[in-house]
Nanobody
Framework: QVQLVESGGGLVQAGGSLTLSCATS????????MGWYRQAPGKEREVVAT???FYADSVKGRFFISRDGAKNTVYLQMYSLKPEDTAIYYC?????????WGQGTQVTVSS
């Protein structure tokens, strides 16, 4: 079973920073493609960052995805946050035709 647990969301001021964590199992961490997605109110879920190289244009240069093999955890470091970054952020694990989601963590950026 693929298990994904996000944490680190919260309320921050515009221009601030926040780091999200996605904890999973060793098996999932080592064999699945990991990524972050988000869904803002009234909008479709969109990709934020995947693997180690892809970033949405809206977050490029501000958000950074990283991995910690010792903790089987994927991080999303977010800097220079904007109100439009407000969304529920979801961790994703994918392999072949399989895709799994965490419960989501709320990020709210105040102006």
């Amino acid at each position: 079973q693929v298990q994904l647990v996000e944490s680190g969301g919260g309320l921050v001021q515009a221009g601030g920073s926040l780091t999200l964590s996605c904890a999973t199992s060793e098996r999932t961490f080592s064999s699945y493609n990991m990524g972050w997605y988000r869904q803002a109110p009234g909008k479709e879920r969109e990709v934020v960052a995947t693997g180690t190289t892809f970033y949405a244009d809206s977050v490029k240069g501000r958000f950074f995805i990283s991995r910690d093999g010792a903790k089987n955890t994927v991080y999303l470091q977010m800097y220079s946050l904007k109100p439009e970054d407000t969304a529920i952020y979801y961790c994703n694990a994918a392999r072949g035709g399989d895709s799994y989601w965490g419960q989501g963590t709320q990020v709210t950026v105040s102006s």
